[in-house]
């Protein structure tokens, strides 16, 4: 069956726009072509020490390409972007510099103290400075206002003394710290006379010229991870280490020559910097998605197995209703995270500029409501960055069972591909403590509009479609409708946080009683948040043919979401006939079914980006992998190295001729003798 839609114009939709999509495909291709940034089956086998090897030497090349792209760091970003889908460890190493390091000065300090950092010392095309990001502590992660790093101000000396004060406070898990950083921003808490000022930002020296480290600096590697071993994660620990004035990040807080501190009038506003990573996990998680649905969705295709009825070839594992289940929803997921990054990409830019714009302006008007887009963008990057890491980590394992016995293979690449990203739902903001977050601000704005008929900010307008009581879905039709799938999302959201808010008039207010409604809330917040856009992303396409496409797959995503959470639609009566959703869902499980591989195609990502023995191309899966093992193996059918042990058990002697000596007259005779000279003794 051919194509029935043009691939290049869902490929621009993916994207965001035809220029996107061959910007993306430029940068693809060159990295693809580059003989340094090569990622190939060898990469499933590496050590942890070749790993580190190969990783500054792709570090050093990206420098290169950095200094190309400059002054346009987008196209940097972009770059890095992608080739964190092959090679996250590669990803996460330059991302720490640039947006931890960096970002954390930008957010935190003076546009002087940015551009002396960035510019003038040479940190943003990774010369003289290459930086890590000291937030995380041995006992405490996503608590930062409790981090326990000290950064007392020396009056006389006119210098910050940061000090580790126990073992607790050790900052763990610092990326590129064990080996390659030569300073780091540290998270510490800011104290002057003797009083706390809660934890701010400094710039800390780790080591000099010659990759030393300064006195007081005490940094080691914390070890082997589940993946990413291209990383040197560390501990540091310092010990009244003297940095000057100047390298406290000051643009919210302040601290002069004599001691005098300056306290923000709007201290949140220094969280900014923090939303930058869980912004980059939503487009993570879809360009991981992508790839590893591609390669079950192929494998899908080309494996056989059984045969059907009548017929005397043995089906495709697609054509079977149960793997369609297990799989497409999660294409219509990786399609509806592509939706996500295009749309909290923009809001972020626009919080960012906004909020430079408040502090260089000092306008009160401009301050507000960049804080009411800060609140906005916390609230959607927490619920988008936790589900959808989740639910790409998910993908990744399905797509493995999928596999069978052949996605165990290291070279299908599912294995690595977990390892690498299931971290991403713990770093950055553990997912259950921002999706109950976020959650909580989904019935904070409940509680808003029963108090005062009014809810504030963009993001939760949708609350006032929302309806509290009826059945929404009903009919077989009412399931083909966006809108009406869209409605009963938005209301089960409604319903649910009423339901939650009289829990806690009931149990004195006690909001950890009601995690699991703030996690749920959290997840359906999501699916709303891609809805919602995807329906408007429709509507501007032209391309009939693709607006079908696009509009089956929302319809699979929304149905899938509203199975998913199958107990609360019929609880709170959104739904009554769970049997009709069931329908509705084979139903375009089946339409969905008939495109897949164009579908997949449209990621428009070459083997080299697949990596996979499982999801080629040209489908030609048996030969792809029989190839691959052989070249592989360091034997070439040889003698293995532990042969000699293996052959001595195969030739080891009879258990009579092994017992002899213990048996002999002589034996028997010294043990008669010893025994008897020692009942004597007694």
């Known amino acids: 069956m051919g194509c029935t839609f043009s691939l290049n114009k869902m490929h621009a939709f993916l994207e965001g726009s035809f220029g996107d999509a061959i910007h993306t495909l430029r940068l693809m291709q060159q990295i693809e072509r580059d003989p340094i940034l090569q990622v190939k089956s060898n990469y499933y086998e590496m050590s942890r020490e070749e790993h580190r090897k190969i990783t500054a030497e792709k570090i050093a090349r990206l420098a290169q390409f950095m200094e190309e792209d400059s002054p346009n760091f987008q196209v940097f970003q972009d770059r890095l972007n992608l080739i964190a889908m092959i090679d996250p460890q590669l990803g996460t190493r330059v991302g720490v510099h640039l947006g931890l390091f960096l970002s954390a000065i930008r957010g935190n300090g003076t546009q002087e103290q940015f551009d002396y950092w960035a510019f003038q010392r040479g940190a943003i095309l990774m010369k003289d400075v290459y930086g890590c990001f000291s937030m995380t502590e041995i006992a405490h992660g996503s608590n930062v206002a409790e981090l326990e790093t000290l950064a007392e101000y020396d009056i006389e000396k006119k210098v910050f003394r940061i000090t580790t004060p126990h073992i607790g406070a050790t900052k763990w898990w610092i990326g590129g710290a064990a080996h390659s950083a030569t300073h780091t921003v540290v998270f510490a808490r800011l104290i002057v006379k003797k009083r706390d000022y809660g934890v701010k930002t400094f710039v800390v020296p780790l080591r000099d010229v010659n990759h030393n480290l300064y006195p007081g600096v005490s940094i080691g590697d914390i070890g082997e991870k589940m993946g990413r071993d291209g990383i040197d994660n560390g501990w540091i620990q310092f010990s009244n280490v003297k940095i000057p004035r100047e390298y406290m990040l000051c643009k919210f807080c302040k601290v002069d020559e004599d001691g005098n501190v300056e306290e923000p009038p709007l201290e949140q506003l220094a969280y900014g910097a923090l939303l930058g990573g869980r912004v980059t996990m939503v487009t993570d998680s879809f360009r991981t998605g992508e790839r590893f649905i591609t390669i079950a969705l192929r494998y899908s295709v080309g494996r056989r197995q059984f045969t059907v009825k009548g017929k005397s070839f043995e089906n495709q594992l697609i054509n079977y209703p149960l793997h369609q289940r297990r799989l497409?929803?999660?294409?219509?997921?990786?399609?509806?995270?592509?939706?996500?990054?295009?749309?909290?990409?923009?809001?972020?830019?626009?919080?960012?500029?906004g909020l430079e714009e408040g502090v260089r302006s000092g306008d009160i008007k401009v301050i507000t409501n960049a804080i009411e887009q800060l609140k906005g963008l916390f609230a959607d990057s927490a619920s988008l960055k936790s589900t959808c890491t989740w639910l790409t980590a998910d993908l990744i394992d399905e797509a493995r069972q999928s596999c069978g016995g052949h996605g165990y293979s290291a070279y299908s690449g599912f294995g690595k591909g977990y390892a690498d990203h299931v971290v991403q739902c713990t770093w950055e903001g553990d997912n259950n403590i921002l999706a109950q977050n976020s959650g909580r601000i989904t019935i904070q704005k409940v509680l808003q509009m029963l108090k005062n008929g009014k809810v504030g900010g963009t993001n939760y307008q949708f609350l006032y479609d929302a309806k509290r009581e009826g059945a929404i879905l009903e009919r077989l039709e009412d399931y083909k409708d966006l809108k009406k799938l869209n409605l009963a999302i938005k209301s089960i959201i409604l319903r649910i946080s009423l339901n939650a808010i009289d829990k806690l008039n009931s149990n004195g207010k006690n909001w950890d009683l009601i995690a699991n409604d703030k996690l749920s809330l959290s997840k359906l917040y999501a699916a709303e948040y891609i809805l919602d856009k995807w329906i408007s992303r429709i509507d501007e396409v032209e391309d009939e043919n693709v607006a079908q496409q696009l509009k089956n797959l929302a319809v699979l995503f929304a149905i899938s979401n509203i199975d998913k959470f199958g107990l609360e639609f019929l609880k709170f009566k959104v739904v009554l006939d769970h049997d009709i959703l069931e329908k509705a869902q084979t139903e375009f499980l089946q339409i969905v079914r008939k495109d897949v591989i164009p579908l997949t195609d449209s990621f428009k990502l070459s083997d080299f980006f697949i990596n996979s023995v499982l999801g080629g191309y040209n489908g030609d899966i048996y030969n792809e992998y029989l190839e691959t093992v052989k070249s592989m193996d360091p034997y070439n059918n040889g003698k293995p190295p532990y042969a000699t042990e293996f052959l001595a058990m195969l030739n080891r002697g009879g258990v009579e001729e092994r017992e002899k000596f213990q048996k002999s007259p002589e034996v028997l005779a010294n043990f008669v003798a010893v025994t008897m000279m020692t009942i004597k003794s007694l």
């Open 328 to 353: 497409l929803p999660y294409l219509a997921w990786v399609y509806g995270m592509s939706v996500a990054s295009y749309q909290i990409q923009r809001d972020h830019k626009a919080v960012l500029n």
